[in-house]
């Protein structure tokens, strides 16, 4: 069974196909998915989808850090009072974090907002799902303030390097590999498959930066195995191995026993 830990199938690109979309999935073996939040827009689409795919769609609650403005903290107030009316509903509280790719004018905002949902996840015992653009020193200045035994998750669409790899698998994260290990200038497969496979998982960020030979169109959760293939090529091991290895690391990671 091949899980996708990060795909956005509620948004706007899929609602014309998204039946479809999952279909396709289910076809290439992709059978389980993960939905990191974004906002408050969104939350209504996102218990849809979970509704007409019990089985095989589950959820994350949180505040992207793209979605921290003036109104931030009301924002943050959705996601809290998410966690009260529906305990039992959430994987994973994601996806959060920083990012400083468009600008710095919300900085603090979106560290105060990264630290309130760390400890939103520690007090629910839930893992974190990070997103991390233009902004390993923050990040990783507040993972160390907050580094203990209840700290875990996933550091998505992970694009740094060894040095950064592996301090963040230090934190308890497993690095979150997608579309951009095929991709030319993606750097990390030069040195990915010195990282033990226990700590990769498999995601595709979908609509988001779908892998060679879909660069540049909408990415979709059928084509992780295209992942799946340069990882196998990377680690000198079958794809069954590395699917094996996803499949393992996610049962302990979200405490769910696929089936």
């Known amino acids: 069974m091949i899980i996708d830990t990060h795909t956005h199938l509620y948004v706007e690109q899929f609602d014309t196909d998204y039946k479809e979309v999952i279909q396709r ?3 290439v073996g992709v059978e389980k998915f993960f939905l990191p939040a974004i906002d408050s827009s969104y939350t209504e689409r996102m218990f849809h989808l979970q509704k007409a795919y019990p089985k095989e769609v589950f959820l994350m609650n949180g505040l992207h850090p793209c979605s921290v403005k003036e109104d931030w903290e009301k924002e943050l107030a959705h996601v809290i009072a998410l966690m009260q009316t529906h305990p039992k509903s959430f994987y994973a ?37 990070i997103h991390c653009r233009e902004a390993f020193e923050e990040i990783f200045q507040i993972l160390e303030e907050e580094k203990d035994n209840e ?19 230090s934190y308890g ?12 200038n993606g750097k990390i497969d030069t040195f990915l498959n ?3 496979l226990e700590h990769i998982v498999l995601e595709t960020d979908s609509p988001y930066l779908a892998p060679v030979p ?12 295209y992942v799946i293939k340069k990882l196998s090529e990377l680690y000198e091991v079958s794809e069954n191995e590395i699917v094996k290895q996803n499949f393992q690391s996610l049962i302990v990671l979200f405490l769910i026993n696929f089936v």
């Open 25 to 27: 999935a289910i076809e």
């Open 93 to 129: 509280i994601g996806e959060i974090g920083i990012d400083l790719y468009w600008d710095r004018t919300f900085l603090e905002a979106q560290k105060e907002a990264f630290r309130q949902q760390i400890h939103l996840a520690k007090a629910h015992k839930l893992p974190i799902v």
């Open 151 to 169: 700290l875990f998750g996933i550091f998505h669409c992970f694009s740094g390097n060894k040095q950064q790899a592996e301090q963040a698998i």
């Open 173 to 184: 994260l497993k690095l979150g590999i997608g579309g951009v290990v095929t991709f030319k």
């Open 194 to 196: 010195s990282i033990p």
């Open 214 to 225: 879909f660069r540049g169109k909408r990415n979709e959760s059928s084509y992780l195995t």
